[in-house]
């Protein structure tokens, strides 16, 4: 018998067809800090390669903290960040900007400032980016094809940008790096819409070195160079905060994302249960493609892969095109040509469940989920039964950040 958590503490108990013995992966090791605020004000104090900010800054300075959607514990982070300038490096709070990325990208509907002293949150500026306002967005640069680089004015008018980042597996969809804060996260509607290329979906591919070196590009223009960054645990949890150097960040991000999050099944399984923990935050269709995504590189061909979320957001317009459509391949020709906002899932759906069955345990309407070809389950006692009809099973906690490494791929290498 096992307790399967998934979303927010919901969990189910799980017990196995005879003889079966589940593969259990997707718990990082190590505990994340007892106090997330100290962790955050000793990232600061002694950032990697780099002054800290006490050095680096003066009282009458203009800082923006960059956030970037899914950050999880947010607020207890920008309360941090926010003090440590204020106390530690004496900037005035009327010089602090707070940008939040655009509805669209981002879920939350929590004030990442809530936390922050009255006295202090009243004087600081709270900017939600739109990517349609010609107004808000400044141009830096001129692409490679001559296209007009647009980033949120306050980034250009700002001495210093703190990008404040999450990190995730260098073959995540839709992941640039951390520079992908700033960019495209803060650009206008059109870039945003090119950086969700379906080519983007292969780690190793052209396209996707191509997007992530004009991300890191247009960081050095803007004169990013210092970085915020957190290796998430489990659940809305954070395991390590770094700060400092953008270089520095990133190479020490990487070995401890990997140390944590990269896991290996001895061999593929009938079923693969995945699920998305975490509060509303994590709860989102980008999250659900990127469990699918884990999932399926562990699931045999014509297997089953079943997601277990709070996942309570209706499909958006990509999901949509897969409604009805003659094929998947004709649904994704049209997402490939439109790029909505969930693009990325949308194909991550569709690759999963033409490599079977795909069923899904959320807080969404059965019929939506039907819409979808999606086969629903409908409580925890569903799942178990599900469970119990087969022979091999894994179990893939907080898939959304799993580096999954292929059971039939030597382990220097892994499939995308």
Not at 74 to 102: K, W
Request: net charge negative; proline share 6%; hydrophobic share 40%.
């Amino acid at each position: 018998m096992t307790n399967f958590r998934y979303g927010a503490g919901s969990s189910v108990q799980l017990d196995f067809a005879e003889g079966t013995e589940p593969v259990e992966l997707g718990t990082p090791p190590g505990r994340p800090p007892a106090e997330l605020s100290a962790a955050v004000a000793d990232a600061l104090g002694e950032p990697l390669e780099y002054p800290s900010l006490a050095h680096c800054t003066t009282p009458g300075d203009r800082v923006v903290l960059a956030l970037a959607p899914g950050v999880p514990q947010v607020a207890q982070i920008t309360v941090a960040v926010v003090q440590a300038l204020v106390d530690d490096a004496r900037v005035d709070p009327n010089g602090i900007t707070v940008l939040r990325p655009s509805p669209e990208s981002d879920t939350s509907t929590e004030d990442p400032c809530r936390l922050l002293p009255v006295s202090i949150r009243r004087r600081i500026m709270v900017v939600i980016h739109d990517p349609d306002d010609r107004d808000m967005l400044a141009y830096l640069t001129a692409g490679d094809t001559d296209e007009p680089i647009l980033l949120n004015r306050a980034l250009h008018e700002a001495d210093l940008v703190l990008p404040i980042g999450c990190l995730h597996g260098e073959s995540t969809a839709g992941y640039f790096g951390i520079h992908g804060v700033v960019f495209p996260t803060f650009s206008d509607r059109k870039t945003a819409a090119r950086f969700r290329s379906i080519g983007s979906l292969h780690s190793d591919g052209k396209r996707r070195k191509e997007l992530t070196a004009e991300v890191d590009q247009i960081a050095w223009l803007l004169g990013v160079h210092f970085a915020i960054q957190v290796v998430p645990a489990a659940g809305s949890s954070v395991l390590h905060v770094l700060a400092g150097c953008s270089d520095a960040v990133a190479r020490r991000g990487r070995e401890l994302y990997d140390a944590a999050w990269s896991c290996a099944a001895p061999q593929q399984a009938s079923l693969v249960v995945a699920a998305v923990e975490g509060d509303s935050e994590q709860q989102t269709w980008h999250n659900v493609g990127r469990a699918l995504n884990a999932a399926t590189e562990l699931v045999e061909d014509g297997g089953s892969v079943a997601v277990c979320c709070d996942l309570s957001t209706l499909p958006g317009a990509a999901m949509q095109r897969l409604i009805g459509s003659e094929s998947h391949r004709a649904a994704l020709r049209r997402i490939r040509k439109d790029r909505p906002e969930d693009a990325l899932p949308a194909v991550q759906l569709a690759r999963a469940m033409d490599r079977g069955k795909v069923y899904l345990l959320s807080r969404l309407e059965e019929s939506v989920v039907e819409d979808l070809d999606v086969i629903p389950i409908g409580n925890g006692a569903e799942l178990a039964r599900l469970v119990r009809r087969h022979t091999s099973c894994i179990l893939l906690s907080n898939a959304q950040y799993a580096v999954v490494k292929s059971p039939h791929i030597a382990c220097g290498g892994m499939e995308t």
